[in-house]
């Protein structure tokens, strides 16, 4: 589960709906998906080209209706670890401060990283993700990623075009 972090303050969240209503407050939707539906007998049946494949298999009815409600058209898969080729170059485009012009979701399948959002009250908060915690950043939130320590993360993104988001970086 998430852990959430005001900068600046003694503030930690670490339950699910204080984080949901606290995010949501800076237009962002956080959301808990059974992350141990990837470790039922039905998913171990499934039968997949890619592990990439076998994921989006799994989880496709969160992602249709995730798909209905924000009006995305695709997903994929992305999984970092330090065997990651040119892997601190790949995290220096997400470690400054940017926006983007669509939303950018991301449903952690293992591993972890941080969010960093500044919101528009100059408030900084880290939410911390970790497997079955699902996160929307909408376009214009300025925000920045990171890996934690251990330099491993899978997601499922989704995005809103084929082509994918483009970061804006802030000056």
């Known amino acids: 589960m998430a ?3 005001v900068r600046g303050t003694d503030t ?3 339950d699910p709906t204080l984080i949901k209503d606290f995010v949501r407050g800076y237009g962002l939707d ?3 998906w059974n992350i141990e539906k990837l470790h039922t007998e039905a998913a171990k049946a499934v039968q997949a080209e890619t592990e990439q494949q076998r994921i989006l298999t799994i989880f496709a009815d969160e992602i249709e209706a995730l798909k209905e409600r924000g009006g995305y ?3 994929d898969v992305i999984s970092l670890t330090p065997a990651t080729p ?3 170059t ?5 470690d400054k401060e940017h926006e983007h012009d669509e939303d950018e979701v991301r449903f952690v399948v293992d591993g972890r990283g941080i969010f960093t959002i500044h919101a528009p009250d100059d408030r900084v908060f880290d939410v ?3 497997p079955g915690d699902l996160l929307v950043v909408p376009k214009g939130t300025w925000h920045w990623f990171d890996l934690c320590e251990d330099k491993t993360i899978k997601c499922i993104r989704v995005f809103e075009s084929a082509g994918g988001w ?4 802030r000056s």
């Open 3 to 5: 852990e959430l972090r």
């Open 12 to 14: 930690v969240l670490t």
């Open 30 to 32: 956080y959301e808990v």
């Open 73 to 75: 058209l695709s997903a």
């Open 86 to 88: 040119n892997l601190d």
């Open 90 to 94: 790949l995290l220096a485009k997400f």
């Open 128 to 130: 911390e993700v970790h």
């Open 166 to 169: 483009v970061a804006h970086y």
